[in-house]
């Protein structure tokens, strides 16, 4: 999930993680109107994503003033996402549509 940089931190979430999807749709910046990939985000041939730093990756800063941090803690929602709570839509964040 990337999140702006100054963004206040969740300890710990009470959701269920093991419902994400690994759609990766959350490991996107808009940069300049585009989608930009986090670093750490691996596509894999299944069509779901790894996190290369998964157990770190809270905190990691991606780059552009964002870093790493819960879900709970983005001010999206991401399309078909199961933790989302009534935010805006990211509108950016489709891995395996148009880009990289
Ligand atoms: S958008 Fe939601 S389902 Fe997709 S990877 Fe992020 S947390 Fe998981
Ligand atoms: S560090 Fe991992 S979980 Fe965080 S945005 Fe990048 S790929 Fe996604």
Do not use: W
């Not at 996107?28 to 996190?51: A, E, W």
């Amino acid at each position: 999930m990337i999140i702006p940089i100054n963004e206040e931190q969740k300890k710990k979430a009470p959701i269920d993680r093991s419902l994400c999807t690994r759609c990766g749709r959350c490991c996107y910046l808009m940069i300049d109107g585009k989608p930009v990939k986090c670093k750490h985000l691996v596509k894999l041939k299944s069509g779901t994503t790894l996190c290369r730093i998964y157990k770190k990756r809270i905190g990691e800063v991606i780059g552009q003033g964002f870093k790493c941090g819960y879900i709970e803690a983005s001010p999206y929602d991401y399309k078909e996402c199961p933790f989302n709570t009534g935010r805006p839509l990211f509108n950016g964040g489709k891995p395996y549509d148009n880009f990289d």
